[in-house]
Every structure is written in structure tokens, then in C-alpha cells.
């Protein structure tokens, strides 16, 4: 994979993670249990098999964790501005 690609990739995957961590804590503060177990659930998939092929692709570096990164910060941004 074009390693453009995987910078896209890595930032979107980021920022589903995000999200969802965010929707995590919005929904516990609301006392929504059933479903914030669920997304736990996705959440703790998601991070399983990012951890994963990161590990795995070390190589490329740097442009992968700043992506990621990037798609992180961006999740909880709009997860955030969805709720104010």
C-alpha cells in the first residue's frame, strides 16, 4: 500500500477510535451502560488491530504515528463540537 494511502488510512482509523472513546465517556456520564459496553467493545477491537499493524509496520515511521495521531485529536474534536 502507497504509503499516502496508509497515511489516510491511519488518520481516519485515528479518528474512529477517538470518536468513539469520546462517545464512551458521553454515554457513561449519562448512565447509558448497554451502550457503552458496546462501544468499549468496538473501541477495544479497534485499538487491538491498530496496536497491531503498527507494531507490524514500523518501518514507515514517523508520517504513520502523526497520522494517527492527527485522526485522534480530530475524533475528539468533533465528537466534542457535536455535544457543546
Not at 468499549?40 to 485499538?47: A, K, Q
Not at 499493524?53 to 485522534?72: D, E, H, K, R, T
Request: charged share 10%; no cysteine; glycine share 8%.
Amino acid at each position: 500500500m502507497a504509503l499516502v494511502a496508509q497515511i489516510f488510512l491511519y488518520l481516519l482509523i485515528g479518528f474512529v477510535e477517538m470518536f468513539l472513546a469520546t462517545a464512551r465517556t458521553s454515554l457513561i456520564s449519562r448512565g447509558k451502560t448497554i451502550e457503552a459496553s458496546f462501544v468499549v467493545f468496538i473501541e477495544n477491537i479497534t485499538y487491538f488491530i491498530i496496536l497491531y499493524q503498527i507494531l507490524n509496520n514500523m518501518g514507515n515511521g514517523w508520517p504513520i504515528f502523526v497520522a494517527y495521531s492527527m485522526g485522534g485529536s480530530l475524533g475528539t474534536f468533533v465528537n466534542l463540537k457535536k455535544f457543546s
